[in-house]
């Protein structure tokens, strides 16, 4: 079974500098998706990126960007010039993409951000 | 296009009663996925529906838990004579295709259990 692992639950970040949250997950299988999941106190869950683990280019979504590193099982998440709307819980998410039907989606425990003014 | 409707949002109900949580997809999606969060934690797969059939119920607790999907309406979480674990945010996500990688959330609804 796969696994996802945050082993940071709580980070910080002054307004306007960069943070890097970490993540690492377990998979015998080869191909999958990657994604984060940012958890505002709304509680709404919004993707906030995702990586398709056969491209090796890294994903960005203008301020966000990920490091994904396959051969470590890494995939973590970069905050550039973070904002105080940044702050929420986020999660990481990894999804088979084998030919199973309809695979559900394995979230890490999450990571807590603070952005301080 | 309407994002994934959940309600109600917040439930109360006391130890023994019945909760039924509802859950409509984005327009177009025919595959329904339901998670748990437990406070502090990440989301728990519960079940993953199509219209009409359950795909995969392996994150479903034996007892006590069902869920539906009909040919019209909304998905339904159904808990039977809850208790106080049964607190917790309870989230629907849907897609389009089984195969497409991104499932989209709802907003959840919380129970509380008294």
């Known amino acids: 079974a796969q696994t996802v692992t945050q082993s940071q639950p709580e980070m910080s970040v002054q307004e306007a500098e960069t943070v890097t949250l970490s993540c690492t997950y377990d998979?015998?299988?080869?191909?999958?998706?990657l994604f984060w999941y940012k958890q505002p106190p709304s509680r709404q869950m919004i993707l906030v990126i995702r990586q398709e683990a056969y491209k090796q280019q890294n994903a960005t979504e203008n301020r966000f960007s990920v490091n994904f590193q396959k051969a470590a099982k890494s995939f973590s998440l970069k905050i550039s010039d973070s904002q105080l709307g940044d702050a929420a819980m986020y999660f990481c998410a990894y999804r088979s993409a084998m030919d199973n039907y309809g695979q559900n989606f394995v979230f890490g425990p999450g990571t807590r951000l603070s952005v301080l003014p | 296009n309407a994002g994934v409707m959940q309600n109600p949002r917040h439930l109360v109900r006391r130890r023994g009663q019945e909760a039924r949580l509802r859950c409509s997809p984005m327009k177009g999606h025919s595959h329904v996925y339901w998670y748990r969060q437990l406070p502090e934690e990440g989301l728990k797969f519960m079940v993953y529906?199509?219209?009409?059939?359950?795909?995969?119920e392996s994150g479903m607790p034996k007892e006590r838990f069902s869920a539906e999907f009909p040919k019209e309406g909304p998905s339904i979480l159904r808990i039977q004579q809850v208790v106080r674990g049964d607190s917790a945010a309870y989230f629907c996500?849907?897609?389009?295709?089984?195969?497409?990688?991104?499932?989209?959330f709802g907003p959840g609804t919380r129970l509380l259990v008294l």
């Open positions: 529906l199509q219209k009409e059939n359950i795909i995969d």
């Open positions: 996500a849907s897609s389009d295709s089984p195969y497409q990688e991104t499932q989209y």
């Open positions: 998979t015998s299988e080869s191909d999958y998706y």
